[in-house]
């Protein structure tokens, strides 16, 4: 793998945080990709790398934490292969109605995910302040609305949309759960249940069988959920951030 390859510069978020990222393209490391990626950071003046490592091998992760990069997040992917005989993703159980978005909604949601994503490696990162990580959350849900999601649902009590989950076709037998977040005051109500179970409607009505979505290893409330509705354990990976200006780097 040549230097170009082995990171890529992210604009977007660069352009969010107001910081220069990148990403390390690989999930293993060693000494050699080690030094092209130390000389690539520098030569883009690179203030964050994000690199996404699996765990199962001694020598990245001796690599990463010599060199500096901390650990953020443990990402835990799980997958349902279950198939559902739904056709219809609006749902009525109790009070919760399960229906699409509409635009009326996205203020509200911004809303919901300011507050419903605490458990993130951003979060977690004491780099990025809590204001631009609650920012970051209410524009990804306003744009999964816009068009960033193949479909948003919304969970509604009493006339107020207090939930949502977004939906998107990866290809065309693989579909991605996205951000999942509920009203804090709305919690405990079956409302995050009666999401997942609509997004995996929304699949089977389009014919997408296999369903992933990716959480948190510190969010346990999360991953019991997504079991309790037939999501089994399907990898686990390590997030780390490297912030540069650091002193000490050790490729060897």
């Known amino acids: 793998m040549t230097t170009s390859t082995l ?4 604009p977007w978020d660069t352009h969010f945080f107001g910081v220069r990222i990148g990403r390390v393209n690989p999930h293993y490391l060693t000494k050699t990709s080690m030094r092209d990626i130390l000389k690539w950071e520098k030569s883009n003046s690179i203030d964050c790398l994000y690199f996404l490592a699996e765990f199962d091998d001694p020598e990245t992760i001796r690599l990463a934490e010599a060199n500096h990069f901390q650990l953020e997040d443990i990402r835990i992917t799980l997958e349902s292969n279950r198939s559902r005989n739904e056709k219809n993703i609006y749902r009525v159980v109790g009070n919760i109605i399960t229906r699409t978005v509409q635009p009326a909604d996205i203020s ?14 951003f979060y977690f990162d004491r780099n990025f302040s809590k204001e631009k990580c609650d920012s970051l959350y209410a524009t990804w849900i306003r744009r999964s609305c816009e068009g960033w999601a193949d479909q948003v649902l919304v969970a509604e009590m009493n006339g107020r949309a207090v939930g949502y989950i977004t939906c998107k076709a990866l290809d ?4 991605q759960i996205g951000l999942v977040g509920v009203d804090e005051q709305a919690r405990g109500q079956g409302i995050g249940k009666s999401l997942i179970l609509a997004a995996l409607d929304w699949f089977s009505i389009h014919n997408i069988h296999s369903a992933q979505v990716v959480t948190q290893g510190r969010n346990i409330s ?10 089994t354990i399907h ?15 050790q490729v060897g």
């Open 7 to 10: 990171c890529i510069f992210l």
């Open 108 to 121: 509200t949601l911004e809303d919901i995910a300011r507050k419903s994503h605490k458990d993130t490696r």
């Open 235 to 249: 990898s686990l990976q390590l997030w780390y951030h490297r912030w540069t200006n650091r002193p000490g780097d």
């Open 172 to 175: 065309e037998s693989v579909g």
């Open 222 to 231: 999360a991953q019991r959920l997504y079991q309790k509705c037939g999501f």
